[in-house]
């Protein structure tokens, strides 16, 4: 008999008892949305992050915690050797694990430049508590993390009464167009088949932000900020169809730092930002704080209705109100790649400066190099220790840059590329 016991035992300890996700008896369910953590800067960074979170957590105590990509900054690896990424997801995991909160996970385009790939960052996710609800994509379609999650009303079992979809967006390129990532066109048509899941009211995460951002910021109908450009993908792989074809009424993003707003698409679908929570890599703006999106589900709501706010890392809480018609028309955008206007041409001189004279420089640390492949490419962003070890020639081959690049260039500041966004704090080249 103990034999016995001891297989069920086992049986039961190899089981994923997952958490279920629950509307509350007043019809609530409350996510807690951390983007661009990007841990793994420095070391008192990643504290001051993991601070953010907890504070956060305790003064919200979500039912749900969305991590929309960046937990890590992985272009600054650099060969670190293995368990890279493990110590960082320590760091990362400890605040959710301490409050008891269950998790969802969608990457963003940094996570997978370091020591593990998407589906070794999901084992690694999912084998850290039960209270993970992350899961991987089916193989065939593009990306790792895209899936759904559902919540039950309060009172029953039934199938579902909302649900939240995770979508990866990739690192670059979209439907053969440089620039920014997106979510791929076999993960759209994987979304789109998916109509069955339509009955019941949905939302949407996601890393980087699709074009409708930028579409949406121009309609006007907008609350919050827009501190540097919307950096959507050049290349539109059809993801609005098929969120309307799931029910998705409100998409989260994260990836602009320095963006925060939350507006009404044409499509009556919302598109929100986050609002940057990590210490590492640039942004949130100087006059900010870190912090996180809170959106509050009402049952039998449409997400796009939902109440949201932004609560800073000091406790305090922002309810976003509408932005002046100034501001909207002073940040009207055009092009999706406005990481283009930010990398500068090294045609003209090897020192080129935004705004800052060439003596400031001096003392600062370069955080990040930039290789440009063409003027429109987006910055590619590479380990900056390599800058000083490695020659160019080295790089590019490390990277498989076939095209021809125009130069390299490489961001200071102590938070990163520069706390006020790409290239208006200066960056400085080297002739390639
Ligand atoms: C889709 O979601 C809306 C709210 O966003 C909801 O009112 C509607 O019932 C849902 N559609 C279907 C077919 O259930």
New binding site residues.
Partial sequence: MPCQLATVLLLLSTLRLSVALRFSWENTFKIVQFTDLHYGTEYLHDQLTTTVQKRILEWERPDLVVFSGDLVSGNLYSEAGPGWFKKRWEYLSEAVLEADTPWATTLGNHDREADLDGPAIIRLDQQTSKLSLTQQSPSEIEGVTNYWLDIHAHDSNQPAAARIWLLDSLEFGCQGRDGWGCVGPSTVRWLSAQHKL?????LAFVHIPPPEFMAAWNSGDVRGSKSEPVNCPSGDSGLLQALKAV?V?AVFSGHDHDNNFDAMHSSGIRFAYGHKTGYGSYGPPVDWQHGARVVLLRQ?????QAESWIRLEDGSRIDQGPTSSEDVQAQRQSECDGSTAYCFSLEASPYKLFNIPPGDWQGDTPMSIFVMRTARSACIELPADSLLSTRLADLVSRRALTETFTGLSYGYGSYGYGSYGYGQYGYRSHSG
């Fill in positions: 339509a009955d019941v009211p949905a029910n009424s039998g709501q449409a997400p796009a």
